[in-house]
């Protein structure tokens, strides 16, 4: 495996990030963090409670600077991003400025929405139903596919599967 410092784990809502990179921390015997837990625990509110009570940009600008710390400061080899983080140019900037390795986690949208539904709206504000949810994931593919990896994920892959892909492409 190539020496990198960082693995990040990019993909839409419900596309398995904080599971697959738990996982895969787990079988490298290494730290893992996932960018929305860090930022919940340092704002004291989850990102879905910020975008509802502050607005989006707001939350971007949170999300920026935790990236940029979790980036300089933290060991953590494997790193979850939110569903958003990937998307904005400035955040791919900053990652590929930090030797990682970038993971996309390329799940159909139905089985995503299907997670995202089962957890329901308060949990994630920016997918309040199926089409717009649809539209916003259309909408990101293309940055995306600007990841290092892409990682085809079905419904019936388990989190092995899904591990044992990354550690073979990486
Ligand atoms: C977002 C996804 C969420 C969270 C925030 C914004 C997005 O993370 O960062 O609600 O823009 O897709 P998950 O992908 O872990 O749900």
Redesign the pocket.
């Known amino acids: 495996m190539k020496e990198r410092r960082h693995m990040i784990i990019v993909?839409?809502?419900?596309?398995g990030?904080?599971t697959i990179a738990k996982a895969l921390a787990r079988q490298l015997a290494c730290d893992f963090i996932?960018?929305?837990s860090f930022?919940t625990e340092r704002e004291g509110r989850?990102?879905?409670q910020i975008?509802e009570q502050d607005s989006?940009p707001t939350?971007r600008q949170i999300?920026a600077r935790a990236l940029h710390d979790v980036l300089e400061k933290n060991d953590a080899r494997v790193i979850?991003?939110?569903?958003?983080?990937w998307?904005i140019a400035e955040n791919r900037a900053l990652i590929a400025q930090n030797n990682c390795l970038s993971i996309w986690l390329d799940v159909p949208f139905e089985l995503c929405w299907q997670r995202?539904s089962a957890g329901g709206n308060a949990?994630?504000?920016?997918?309040p139903n199926q089409n717009s949810a649809n539209e916003?994931y259309e909408s990101?593919r293309t940055s995306y596919g600007f990841a290092n990896k892409r990682i085809p994920v079905t419904s019936g892959d388990s989190i092995e599967t899904i591990v044992q892909e990354i550690l073979k492409q990486t």
């Open positions: 993909g839409f809502m419900g596309s990030k904080t996932d960018l929305d930022i989850s990102p879905a975008i989006e939350f999300e979850a991003l939110g569903g958003g983080t998307t995202i949990i994630r504000p920016l997918a916003l990101r």
